[in-house]
């Protein structure tokens, strides 16, 4: 595969729907990036052609903290490619993969910038299609990063989210199973966050078990309280899981409230302060 003019490019090491993941080193500043390019031989007239320029459109037109960040795009010999911030780097899911608790401090805080990405989303009239572990990355020391924009639609093709199904069983807002909970908004991606802050504050997700069978735990509304998992965590965590994963999406705060919600929770001087046992002073026998 021919490198982008500016960049080395290194060995393909991931692929989906639109294209082919390389990892690469941007020349001019010698740092390390990703490379998507559609699979040699697609054709102008392949639906992943369309998709892929789609998704560089979105990518470029979005700059947050919270959010892969776009470097660079083009074409060669009209076949388009984006350039991105690197993906290589530790996922939630891999934190997760151990099914131990994360630190409260450090799940408020994952938990909390992306809150701040699906807020940034919607101001900008999209929708996150597939919220879940796989797509947060965790770069050190940077934010937590959402990923993977083929899956970013504009909020308009908030119904064709539901029929699609492809959200993650295991983050799975109720309303993307029952139409009589009224339309899907973003307010799916705030259920989705509610149920990665469960995962990461318990080590295990909402619900396990057959895919149908977790969404149908979901539309249902009999996902264990997390604190029949934890609890020994203070009220403020599993009140904050309990809002953000309301079974009735008006009952759920919307993405800017879900911020408001978790920067109150990051700012509680009872999450970072550290428990300390107080030593017994042994009396001198005389």
Same mark, same amino acid.
Do not use: W
């Given at each position: 595969? %021919?490198?982008?003019?500016?960049?080395?490019?290194?060995?393909?090491?991931?692929? $989906?729907?639109?294209?082919?993941?390389?990892?690469?080193?941007?020349?001019?500043?010698?740092?390390?990036?990703?490379?998507?390019?559609?699979?040699?031989?697609?054709?102008? $007239? $392949?639906?992943?052609?369309?998709?892929?320029?789609?998704? #560089?459109?979105?990518?470029?037109?979005?700059?947050?903290?919270?959010?892969?960040?776009?470097?660079?795009?083009?074409?060669?010999?009209?076949?388009?490619?984006?350039?991105?911030?690197?993906?290589?780097?530790?996922?939630?899911?891999?934190?997760?993969?151990?099914?131990?608790?994360?630190?409260?401090?450090?799940?408020?805080?994952?938990?909390?910038?992306?809150?701040?990405? #699906?807020?940034?989303?919607?101001?900008?009239?999209?929708?996150?299609?597939?919220? !879940?572990?796989?797509?947060?990355?965790?770069?050190?020391?940077?934010?937590?990063?959402?990923?993977?924009?083929?899956?970013?639609?504009?909020?308009?093709?908030?119904?064709?989210?539901?029929?699609?199904?492809?959200?993650?069983?295991?983050?799975?807002?109720?309303?993307?199973? *029952?139409?009589?909970?009224?339309?899907? %908004? !973003? *307010?799916?991606?705030?259920?989705?966050?509610?149920?990665?802050?469960?995962?990461?504050?318990?080590?295990?997700?909402?619900?396990?078990?057959?895919?149908? $069978?977790?969404?149908?735990?979901?539309?249902?509304?009999? #996902?264990?309280?997390?604190?029949?998992?934890?609890?020994?965590?203070?009220?403020?965590?599993?009140?904050?899981?309990?809002?953000?994963?309301?079974?009735?999406?008006?009952?759920?705060?919307?993405?800017? %409230?879900?911020?408001?919600?978790?920067?109150?929770?990051?700012?509680?001087?009872?999450?970072?302060?550290?428990? %300390?046992?107080?030593?017994?002073?042994?009396?001198? *026998? *005389?």
């Amino acid at each position: 595969m %021919t490198a982008p003019p500016g960049y080395d490019l290194g060995p393909a090491y991931a692929e $989906d729907a639109t294209g082919v993941f390389y990892k690469a080193v941007q020349v001019s500043l010698a740092r390390p990036v990703t490379v998507k390019m559609l699979r040699e031989g697609t054709a102008k $007239d $392949d639906p992943a052609f369309a998709h892929f320029v789609k998704e #560089i459109a979105v990518v470029t037109s979005l700059e947050h903290a919270n959010l892969l960040l776009a470097v660079d795009s083009g074409a060669m010999r009209g076949m388009p490619y984006l350039v991105t911030e690197s993906t290589i780097e530790p996922t939630l899911l891999k934190a997760l993969r151990d099914r131990e608790p994360l630190a409260e401090p450090r799940a408020v805080r994952i938990a909390l910038g992306i809150a701040h990405a #699906i807020r940034h989303l919607e101001s900008k009239h999209f929708i996150y299609k597939n919220l !879940n572990a796989k797509h947060v990355l965790l770069p050190r020391p940077a934010a937590p990063k959402l990923t993977t924009f083929r899956l970013v639609k504009p909020i308009s093709e908030a119904a064709v989210f539901r029929r699609s199904n492809v959200q993650s069983a295991n983050y799975c807002a109720p309303e993307l199973v *029952r139409d009589d909970l009224g339309p899907v %908004t !973003n *307010r799916a991606n705030v259920y989705a966050l509610g149920a990665l802050l469960y995962h990461m504050l318990s080590g295990l997700p909402p619900a396990d078990g057959l895919e149908g $069978d977790v969404r149908e735990l979901h539309a249902d509304g009999e #996902i264990p309280p997390l604190k029949t998992l934890r609890p020994y965590l203070r009220d403020r965590a599993h009140t904050v899981v309990g809002k953000l994963m309301a079974r009735d999406p008006a009952a759920r705060p919307d993405p800017g %409230t879900a911020v408001a919600l978790l920067e109150a929770y990051a700012n509680d001087p009872l999450l970072n302060k550290s428990i %300390t046992k107080k030593k017994r002073r042994r009396r001198r *026998r *005389r």
